[in-house]
């Protein structure tokens, strides 16, 4: 279970904290945020996997949060909601949150919806098998939906850019020479490639890097070749 982030937003500390023991002791990441403002910008600061939102909160509150992310992510949102709150809890649902639980809430109860909708979101399968999913710091890549997402955001590749990206991103760290990779994705043996590579990484960065003259995912290695960084 590591390497996940959960964003908890509630506007009581004792909360927060109480959820943040909870998750860690699962080996699950935690960032706290107290209201939705600031939840917004925890969601631009950082990759996030689940939200687990509170409703009533002060300056923006969970329903109105929800429908802000909603507009651009999918990542799963757990309302928390008094059971006086029943309506805005059914609002939420309606709206794009992806389950609830009821306050006072069990922790186990908490952590079992936490973990199913991690694996759903992240793993498409269970978190000890097989992984279709990479997520390398943001930069993720589904292998069942051939689709890639930089902090949940889709990324329109061609599809050679998208075989290059799967192909780097499935051996993080490892180098990759200009033939390697023309063979690889174009199937047919390597003649004079380097500008048909450079072409496609070059066009790559300036899809999935915030400054591609900077990269901070797809690295070269001169004199040897391209490589994701882990």
């Known amino acids: 279970m590591n390497d996940f982030n959960v964003l908890v937003v509630d506007d009581e500390k004792e909360i927060r904290d109480a959820i943040e023991i909870y998750l860690k002791n699962e080996g699950i990441i935690v960032v706290q945020a107290r209201d939705g403002i600031e939840a917004l910008e ?91 999913f990479i997520d390398l710091n943001g930069l993720t890549l589904d292998k069942e939906a051939k689709e890639v997402a930089i902090n949940g955001d889709s990324v329109k590749l061609t599809p050679i850019e998208y075989k290059i990206v799967e192909l780097l991103m499935s051996y993080p760290g490892r180098v990759f020479s200009i033939n390697d990779i023309y063979e690889r994705v174009w199937k047919e043996p390597s003649y ?19 400054d591609p003259k900077n990269p901070r995912y797809l690295k070269v290695v001169w004199g040897i070749g391209y490589k994701m960084e882990k």
């Open 192 to 210: 004079n490639a380097e500008n048909t590579v450079a072409v496609h990484i070059r066009k790559i960065r300036e899809k999935i890097e915030i």
């Open 42 to 132: 925890k969601l631009d600061e950082q990759p996030i996997h689940l939200i687990v939102m509170d409703i009533m909160m002060p300056k923006l509150d969970g329903i109105s949060t929800t429908f802000k992310i909603r507009e651009q992510k999918n990542i799963p949102i757990i309302i928390l909601s008094a059971k006086s709150e029943d309506t805005d809890k059914v609002l939420g649902l309606q709206i794009g949150a992806d389950d609830y639980v009821t306050k006072p809430f069990n922790p186990l109860e908490l952590i079992a919806r936490v973990k199913s909708q991690l694996r759903r979101y992240v793993t498409l399968g269970t978190f000890e098998g097989k992984r279709n």
